[in-house]
């Protein structure tokens, strides 16, 4: 007699989960089981979580605690699941995410496929010209608040097979691992870093906020991406308002919004106000501020503008000087390229899609530094003036070695 499984699950969609996995890359889970030792018995490995994903025996293991830090100091708190349950949370991914993407909306932006940063951060920038006021949201630690019994709810909406719902529950209360061996229960939240968090954060927010506040206040613009929220007002007082109606909303979802980083923004730069504070905001490493922006004719004019955020240029320079200047004195110029081209050409593109030149600016850092490894590299050198002229001759020479050599210095 044929022996039949619990769920008809195919082997095929194992190991396509398996691919997307293996491509994203990520770290060990709590059984510090690499990429590589997994593909070391690969066959067997999928066929195992196959065959108990569908006979109903397959449990997640606990999820693995790291902190990684912020651009703005502090640290924000990753979960990393096994390979095993990445592939598995990815199989049902796979399988939900194109019947919850036909409800998601538009202004939605993050984790979505065809959705980007600088769509959302496009978007910011038309509407501020549009209306004058901006509530700028933040969602204090938000992937560890989220309701369990509210996010299934909206799960069960649009997820109907058994065996999807089952894990999905497990996923959720599956216990967290932190690095000195405790091992925590978990009642709410998802973890960040896992494979169908993002989704499911999505999904909850999708009904707590998308949704809700298209029917509740007719009208309003807003960008979201992820737990990142900017809200388009047309007064001061319709910001105050709102921010008061969403408060009371995030309240019954079992969210608080942070007191300190949610603030009320005016975005029309023509007008001047005392505190700076209030006509400024970061949104997804950017800052939006009034600029000087050249119009066609030639004439400057102060505008609403996003470009780098000073913390993400903090960040930047942070990273430059970590990098070991000193040891590459004993070695070529192709060791610095080697280590750093990709790294320049990332920020380049990431932050040069708006107000390029202040990215270069920030980026001019890394000729500083280049021109004192110069100095100590080359004995002939004898000053950083010497230096910095030996750097930019080397500029104007290899344009293409970084991506902020070939841009048109002021």
């Known amino acids: 007699m044929k022996q039949t499984k619990s769920y008809e699950i195919p082997k095929r969609l194992i190991y396509e989960a398996y691919k997307r996995v293996k491509a994203n890359k990520g770290g060990a889970g709590v059984d510090s089981q690499s990429q590589k030792d997994f593909d070391k018995d690969l066959e067997n490995n999928l066929y195992k979580l196959w065959n108990r994903m569908s006979s109903g025996s397959y449990f997640p293991q606990a999820v693995k605690r790291v902190n ?44 979505r496929p065809d959705k980007s940063v600088h769509q959302a951060v496009a978007q910011v920038k038309k509407r501020c010209w549009q209306r004058g006021w901006v509530l700028d949201m933040d969602i204090k630690g938000f992937f560890d608040a989220i309701n369990h019994e509210l996010l299934m709810r909206a799960v069960e909406k649009h997820v109907k097979e058994p065996w999807q719902l089952l894990y999905i529950q497990r996923w959720l209360e599956s216990p967290v691992w932190y690095q000195d061996g405790e091992l925590e229960a978990r009642t709410q939240g998802t973890p960040q870093g896992g494979v169908i968090s993002p989704l499911l954060a ?6 707590a906020f998308d949704s809700w506040i298209e029917v509740r206040w007719s009208g309003i613009q807003f960008e979201r991406y992820a737990d990142d929220i900017i809200c388009h007002c047309r007064s001061e ?52 501020k009034p600029r000087k922006a050249r119009m066609k004719d030639g004439r400057f004019l102060l505008s609403f503008q996003p470009a780098v955020s000073n913390k993400s240029a903090k960040r930047i320079r942070a990273e430059i000087n970590s990098w070991p200047w000193l040891y590459w004195v004993r070695d070529d110029m192709l060791n610095i390229i080697k280590h750093s081209q990709s790294k320049i050409r ?46 930019k001759q080397a500029r104007g020479q290899n344009p293409l070695v970084f991506a902020h050599w070939n841009q048109v210095w002021k």
């Not at 270069?360 to 000053?383: C, G, M, N, P, Q």
Request: with cysteine; charged share 30%.
């Open 68 to 111: 990684i830090p912020k651009s703005g100091g502090g640290t924000r708190p990753l979960g990393i699941p096994t390979i095993t349950d990445r592939i598995a949370q990815m199989a049902v991914k796979m399988l939900i995410e194109p019947e919850l993407e036909s409800h998601f909306h538009p202004d939605s932006y993050g984790y």
């Open 202 to 207: 999505n999904l909850f927010l999708h009904y």
């Open 346 to 391: 990332g920020w380049m593109a990431y932050y040069g899609q708006f107000n390029q030149w202040e990215i270069i600016e920030v980026l001019y850092h890394f000729d500083k530094r280049l021109s004192r490894w110069a100095k100590r590299k080359y004995k002939r050198l004898k000053t950083i003036k010497q230096a910095k002229k030996r750097v």
């Open 237 to 288: 007082e319709e910001a105050e308002n709102l921010k008061s109606f969403l408060t009371q909303r995030f309240t019954e979802c079992g969210l608080q919004l942070h007191p300190e980083k949610t603030k009320i923004v005016y975005c029309k730069s023509w007008k001047y106000r005392e505190n700076r504070e209030l006509i400024s905001f970061d949104f997804l490493g950017f800052t939006f």
